[in-house]
């Protein structure tokens, strides 16, 4: 069975509050392109279609018409999407039955009925050509329950795969597509994937596959790296500075019991992502730098600079000044120091990114851990007034 794989498009994200409506019409016609010259028995998105559970109109229909120019692309092609944590289970399963008329399925949450888990309802037969055991993302709490002592996990990815062997007489390819995050040594995490997120070990998924289509974690890789039967696809489009590498979608060619064959086709985006300089520099010498960048260079920019004392007032629209006329975008700063003492580093390394996720509680403690001040009694004053504003915005 020869499968594409993709996942993470993160669709209505914006970057730096830059629209990229036009980044994900490029995307999409270099997957029609794909599909059109490839012509796999299946399409597999891994979850995160959306960047938000809540996409606006124009996200969706957007997403909607690339589904239909994907099948249009190939129309003997199956289609398969499942929910990534970024998205609302609900939402995606909405017009589930009409996608079924263009070969397209898809698995917002896990199906259950009164007596649990629907597993049958998340494997599906493609033809003659295998198996494909669809698995959106599912919170920890929200897996069935398991035997004492035995993880809720495992248990499940080996009870659904137990049923697809029960049914795979004619020992075809069985893929498993699925959101999380697994790795082979889970005190080893990269620091290069989005958010913090649960890791779960390798062996959780189970046994019983040819070739697990994963998604969640936005550096293409396979874990470990010479298992080609386990493999992260990556995200199709830059959503950090973090992911300043190749994005791509692979080609898996599946055959039950052997190990597949992967090809991975680069994919070129409107707009790369970059961090200048390499080493940081003074603010003035950096927004030098920043000026001299070639009119035609379109790009995200990080700005590096070296500061123990913060940044001009006007440091960002000096910034977007010094690009102006070209086809760069200034996003930020990252500021690096030479300050040493550890309090201070948790504060002054923060990028405007980490500040943003973090709620003011944290904000704050990390600023009173910095300054050598008692953290308890500021931060039960900080909730007095949090709530107190809380009540005042409901009213």
């Known amino acids: 069975m020869k499968i594409l794989h993709t996942s993470d498009w993160h669709l209505g994200h914006e970057f730096y509050d830059y629209q990229r409506q036009d980044e994900f019409e490029h995307l999409f016609c270099q997957l029609r392109q794909i599909v059109a010259e490839e012509r796999p028995d299946a399409f597999l998105l891994s979850g995160d279609v959306y960047h938000s559970s809540v996409p606006s109109v124009a996200t969706q229909t957007m997403y909607t018409e690339a589904m239909l120019q994907l099948h249009e692309a190939c129309p003997e092609m199956a289609i398969f999407v499942t929910a990534g944590n970024h998205d609302s289970a609900s939402r995606l399963e909405i017009d589930r039955s009409l996608w079924h008329h263009f070969r397209v399925h898809v698995f917002g949450g896990l199906a259950r009925n009164e007596q649990g888990v629907c597993f049958d309802d998340h494997i599906c037969r493609v033809g003659e050509k295998g198996w494909i055991v669809a698995v959106p993302h599912v919170f920890k709490q929200n897996f069935p329950a398991s035997p004492a002592g035995t993880d809720r996990q495992q248990c499940f990815f080996e009870e659904i795969l137990r049923r697809v062997g029960e049914r795979n007489t004619e020992h075809l390819p069985v893929v498993l597509m699925a959101h999380l995050a697994v790795t082979e040594n889970p005190d080893h995490l990269s620091s290069d994937d989005v958010g913090g997120m649960d890791y779960y070990p390798l062996g959780c998924l189970g046994e019983g596959y040819d070739y697990a289509a994963l998604g969640h974690l936005h550096r293409p890789h396979q874990v470990p790296e ?159 007034v949090l709530k107190q504003m809380d009540i005042e915005n409901a009213k």
């Open 226 to 384: 010479d298992n080609a039967a386990v493999r992260y696809s990556g995200s199709p489009l830059p959503i950090t500075f973090n992911e300043e590498y190749e994005h791509s979608v692979t080609i898996a060619e599946v055959r039950h019991g052997e190990v597949p064959q992967l090809r991975v086709i680069p994919l070129q985006p409107l707009r790369h992502v970059r961090t200048i300089p390499e080493v940081a520099l003074p603010f003035e010498d950096a927004l030098h730098l920043l000026s001299d960048l070639p009119e035609e260079e379109a790009a995200y920019i990080q700005l590096r600079v070296a500061s123990d004392n913060g940044l001009p007032l006007d440091s960002n629209e000096r910034a977007v000044k010094a690009v102006e006329g070209k086809r760069c975008r200034f996003c930020t700063f990252k500021i690096e120091t030479t300050v040493t003492d550890e309090g201070q580093r948790q504060i002054i390394d923060l990028t405007p990114d980490q500040l943003r996720e973090m709620g003011p509680l944290e904000v704050a403690a990390r600023h009173l851990r910095s300054k050598g001040l008692p953290e308890e009694d500021y931060l039960e004053l900080l909730k007095v």
